[in-house]
């Protein structure tokens, strides 16, 4: 199969880390960043980023994959349910690249203060 995916993985599909065999069969492009700053954050040892927050750009693996490893990556990540991804500019050895990147954004309404009680009011 051709691997004509590109998945930017910054967690624990990462090289050295619990599910990086995942990617078994797929080719390693090499360590960038994302060209977009966005945020990351960590729950129970498992990070994500939000899309929605720029606050850096995010450090990963460039990744080509087929079809058949791809739907092992998504499973894994429980796309489009809890982590969704969205195709995304990466900088790999000085090449802009556009890849697959998983992000899990809050749903809902921010608040515009912090007091629960400005937003209830006239309900």
């Not at 995916?5 to 960043?33: I, K, M, P």
């Not at 990963?60 to 079809?67: C, N, P, S, T």
């Not at 899990?104 to 912090?114: A, F, H, N, V, Y």
Request: charged content about 20%.
């Amino acid at each position: 199969m051709e691997n004509s995916h590109l998945v930017f993985a910054y967690g624990t599909l990462r090289t050295s880390h619990g599910n990086h065999q995942l990617l078994e069969g797929a080719n390693f492009l090499g360590t960038g960043t994302t060209k977009y700053h966005y945020s990351l954050y960590l729950v129970g040892g498992y990070p994500y980023a939000i899309s929605t927050e720029a606050r850096y750009p995010v450090v990963g693996e460039l990744y080509a994959m087929d079809e058949e490893i791809l739907k092992r990556v998504d499973k894994l990540e429980g796309h489009p349910c809890y982590y969704a991804r969205s195709e995304v500019p990466v900088i790999v050895n000085d090449v802009e690249y556009t890849a697959w990147m998983y992000f899990r954004d809050p749903k809902g309404t921010l608040l515009q203060s912090g007091d629960y009680n400005d937003a209830s009011r006239g309900r």
